[in-house]
């Protein structure tokens, strides 16, 4: 998945692993839209898609009952660089609805760049990969299904890691078959 390439004109590639959540409003449609925002960015290329997770939300000490949220992982192609991929991800954030009030708060969608190429930052704007991506079965299950030799760089094989955490269930997370995100 790290790969970078070189696409048409001499333009660099590059590969990133993305997570989508969201668990208000109709929230298949809204991945869906997350997922159909994406392949339409110019010189974006959403390449494998995973089954959608069905999980409780991580709540913050104190906070108000949430529904639960719909997850999935998807990999990407795109000319953008990380900066530049996060502006996109926060702009089809927000044009689905999403606010920022509360952290770990209720939201229409969650768009979180987990890795970009192989690249290793933290920056206040953007920690690559995600720092807690090792930890969320969210994030490892659905990834897992999709692409089971992906490696989370800085961390190890994503079986690895979701085999540590107990698999999916034993952290909520359960695979919802009757639901499915479709390729644009």
Do not use: C
């Not at 290329?45 to 949220?69: I, R």
């Not at 719909?70 to 606010?99: C, H, Y």
């Not at 192989?118 to 994030?139: G, I, K, N, S, Y």
């Not at 897992?144 to 034993?170: K, S, T």
Request: charged fraction near 20%; glycine fraction near 8%; aromatic fraction near 4%.
């Amino acid at each position: 998945m790290s790969e970078t390439t070189t696409g048409e004109g001499g333009i660099r590639l590059h590969t990133a692993v993305l997570a989508i959540g969201g668990n208000l409003g109709d929230r298949l449609a809204n991945l869906q839209s997350a997922v159909d925002s994406l392949a339409d960015t110019p010189s974006m290329t959403v390449t494998w898609l995973s089954p959608v997770y069905e999980t409780a939300p991580l709540l913050a000490e104190g906070a108000e009952p949430q529904d639960d949220y719909l997850n999935a992982v998807l990999g990407i192609t795109s000319a953008l660089p990380p900066d530049m991929l996060l502006m996109r991800t926060q702009a089809i954030e927000e044009a689905l609805g999403r606010t920022r009030e509360v952290h770990w708060g209720a939201r229409t969608i969650d768009i979180d760049i987990v890795q970009f190429d192989e690249l290793v930052q933290d920056e206040p704007e953007l920690t690559l990969p995600h720092p807690r991506a090792a930890q969320r079965a969210f994030v490892l299950a659905p990834w897992h299904d999709a692409r089971p030799e992906d490696v989370l760089i800085g961390a190890g094989p994503v079986a690895q890691l979701l085999a540590a955490l107990g698999g999916a269930a034993a952290q909520g997370a359960a695979r919802r078959d009757d639901l499915e995100l479709m390729l644009p």
